[in-house]
């Protein structure tokens, strides 16, 4: 049996590529998308995720939109350097979509998916974890209903990408992601730890692009513009980190993953705001443990995610 997931998303090139991922795998039914400020705008991550449907052709799949801004912060302005004005690299595939999102909002769209069918459907955050934790304080009988969490996002042994201690989902919304996991449900961090050592070279995608995989040559489309930014950001040649499908991969393959159980806290005060404190001897917090993914077979992952994209 496939295993349902909802993912919540801000696409986003590597979102994209990790919803394509996602569709081809047949280990997962993907049920709903969600949406979230992150990479753009929700108005601009809501369409991104209508056309990426439209395009895979899944327009069956539901999206609903969700939350504009963090909790208790600001969001301030799109990292359009890293994702494009559109948020999907400037590849012209962001016209307006023939579908619409789902009257219901985000939060209580999950809400009323996890409570239909409790113990069967896993969360999948893949951006700031803020509809997640409002989905909780909607309806806190989610934590017991829900299978599990796996979500992208926080530094736990590595520094950050958006500050030095912190990741970038995370540090989108601290508040809400010291929420999500301080809950008493599973949660699986696919953390900078996995995602940084996941580089696909330019060979590699090279060679999506040469695919006749409908999927694989969207990929290819959209990614030089986080190729240029990876050039520039990182001084390599145009390969490029990771991240979104990496957490796609666990679903998939979690022996190609090494873990561990910690107790963690989330920084939402001072410098280190949005950093993954993590109790390493186990003497300091109470509370539920994180699976934390520390280790990864990085060519079993990138060979899992060609063969899929490029059926």
Request: charged share 20%; net charge negative.
């Amino acid at each position: 049996m496939p295993e349902s997931i909802l993912i919540d998303t801000d696409p986003g090139i590597d979102d994209m590529m990790a919803i394509l991922f996602a569709l081809k795998s047949p280990e997962l039914d993907v049920l709903a998308l969600t949406t979230v400020f992150g990479n753009h705008y929700v108005e601009v991550t809501t369409r991104n995720a209508l056309r990426i449907l439209e395009l895979a052709g899944r327009d069956d799949i539901p999206v609903a939109r969700g939350a504009y801004s963090p909790l208790v912060r600001d969001y301030t302005s799109p990292p359009t350097i890293v994702h494009g004005e559109d948020g999907l690299g400037d590849a012209g595939l962001t016209d307006e979509p023939d579908s619409q999102p789902a009257h219901t909002r985000a939060a209580q769209f999950i809400v009323e998916a996890v409570m239909s069918r409790p113990g069967e459907i896993t969360l999948v955050p893949i951006g700031p974890l803020t509809n997640i934790a409002m989905a909780l304080k909607l309806e806190p009988r989610i934590i017991k209903a829900t299978k599990r969490v796996v979500l992208m996002g926080g530094a736990a042994f590595v520094p950050g990408n958006v500050s030095p201690v912190a990741e970038a989902n995370i540090h989108n919304d601290p508040e809400a992601a010291a929420l999500v996991f301080g809950a008493d449900w599973h949660v699986v961090m696919v953390g900078l730890d996995v995602t940084m050592p996941v580089v696909m070279s330019r060979q590699y995608i090279g060679e999506l692009a040469a695919s006749k995989s409908a999927y694989a040559e969207l990929v290819a489309r959209v990614v030089p513009h986080y190729q240029a930014f990876h050039a520039a950001e990182y001084k390599t040649d145009g390969a490029l980190h990771t991240h979104d499908p990496t957490a796609i991969a666990y679903l998939i393959r979690p022996d190609l993953f090494q873990t561990v159980a910690r107790r963690v806290r989330v920084d939402t005060h001072s410098y280190g705001f949005g950093q993954i404190v993590v109790d390493r001897t186990g003497r300091w917090y109470d509370g539920v443990e994180t699976t934390i993914c520390t280790d990864v077979d990085v060519e079993g992952v990138l060979n899992l995610f060609q063969e899929r994209i490029m059926r």
